[in-house]
């Protein structure tokens, strides 16, 4: 991207993380938080708020792993797997997909828009799930360099999002990606490797990463039209 914004160093984030307040959404803006281990997290009644946590959940090549339930429902190919098909959609079901203990959602229409636009110049993508031609599962977040930012995801039949993400980790690991980056601690993706390390990693990490050219352009078809065939082939073997 042309343009480069400065941020306060991520040293300088409170305890929880909060680094700073206002500013846009901005495609620069945006690309510049990213790459400096910054991104946006508020609600629809807030201003704009950046945050830098410490620690950063992090899924490394050397962590990723395929439990055995999930290779026994990856071998089932319940569901068709595909990239950048549907961007919008997927966004708007992590938005409005119902979460158990969570009110609300920080997927804004600000939000919305910003990281469409995002999709639109190629830095954004998404992880589909498709079982019976319908849309029932996915992921979406933003690649730079060789990292991908998770933002979020969303399952509307058991086990879809999973296979989306054990499918899409295994295609990045593959091509040769440092790490996913997953922000916060869940339990949803420690069980698929996800480890917490502290912000002076995570930043030198991010920094090696960064080094490398950008994967900018749609990933439709990268891996072929259906991704789930790769990860049925890599489960017979030792995980990564």
């Given at each position: 991207?042309?343009?480069?914004?400065?941020?306060?160093?991520?040293?300088?984030?409170?305890?929880?993380?909060?680094?700073?307040?206002?500013?846009?959404?901005?495609?620069?803006?945006?690309?510049?938080?990213?790459?400096?281990?910054?991104?946006?997290?508020?609600?629809?009644?807030?201003?704009?708020?950046?945050?830098?946590?410490?620690?950063?959940?992090i899924?490394?090549?050397?962590?990723?792993?395929?439990?055995?339930?999930?290779?026994?429902?990856?071998?089932?190919?319940?569901?068709?797997?595909?990239?950048?098909?549907?961007?919008?959609d997927?966004?708007?079901?992590?938005?409005?997909?119902?979460?158990?203990?969570q009110?609300?959602?920080?997927i804004?229409?600000?939000?919305?828009?910003?990281?469409?636009r995002?999709?639109?110049?190629?830095?954004?993508?998404?992880?589909?799930?498709?079982?019976?031609?319908?849309?029932?599962?996915?992921?979406?977040?933003?690649?730079?360099?060789?990292?991908?930012?998770?933002?979020?995801?969303?399952?509307?039949?058991?086990?879809?999002?999973?296979?989306?993400?054990?499918?899409?980790?295994?295609?990045?690991?593959?091509?040769?990606?440092?790490?996913?980056?997953?922000?916060?601690?869940?339990?949803?993706?420690?069980?698929?490797?996800?480890?917490?390390?502290?912000?002076?990693?995570?930043?030198?990490?991010?920094?090696?990463?960064?080094?490398?050219?950008?994967?900018?352009?749609?990933?439709?078809?990268?891996?072929?039209?259906?991704?789930?065939?790769?990860?049925?082939?890599?489960?017979?073997?030792?995980?990564?």
């Amino acid at each position: 991207m042309e343009d480069y914004v400065a941020f306060p160093s991520p040293n300088k984030a409170t305890q929880e993380g909060l680094l700073c307040v206002g500013g846009d959404l901005s495609p620069p803006t945006l690309l510049s938080a990213y790459r400096q281990g910054i991104f946006p997290w508020y609600s629809d009644d807030e201003p704009i708020l950046w945050f830098s946590p410490n620690p950063r959940f992090i899924v490394l090549p050397e962590t990723f792993h395929i439990a055995e339930s999930a290779r026994k429902l990856l071998k089932k190919r319940l569901f068709k797997i595909t990239l950048d098909v549907d961007f919008p959609d997927v966004i708007q079901n992590c938005a409005h997909i119902e979460r158990k203990g969570q009110h609300g959602t920080w997927i804004v229409p600000d939000m919305i828009e910003a990281y469409c636009r995002l999709h639109e110049l190629g830095y954004a993508h998404s992880v589909e799930a498709w079982q019976d031609g319908t849309l029932v599962g996915g992921l979406y977040g933003v690649s730079l360099g060789r990292a991908f930012f998770g933002e979020s995801m969303f399952s509307k039949v058991s086990g879809a999002s999973r296979c989306a993400f054990l499918n899409f980790a295994t295609a990045l690991f593959k091509a040769g990606f440092n790490f996913i980056d997953s922000q916060v601690y869940t339990d949803y993706v420690a069980g698929m490797g996800g480890i917490s390390v502290s912000r002076r990693r995570y930043l030198s990490l991010l920094r090696a990463a960064m080094e490398y050219p950008d994967q900018r352009g749609s990933w439709k078809g990268v891996y072929g039209d259906d991704l789930s065939m790769m990860t049925t082939a890599f489960v017979g073997h030792s995980p990564l």
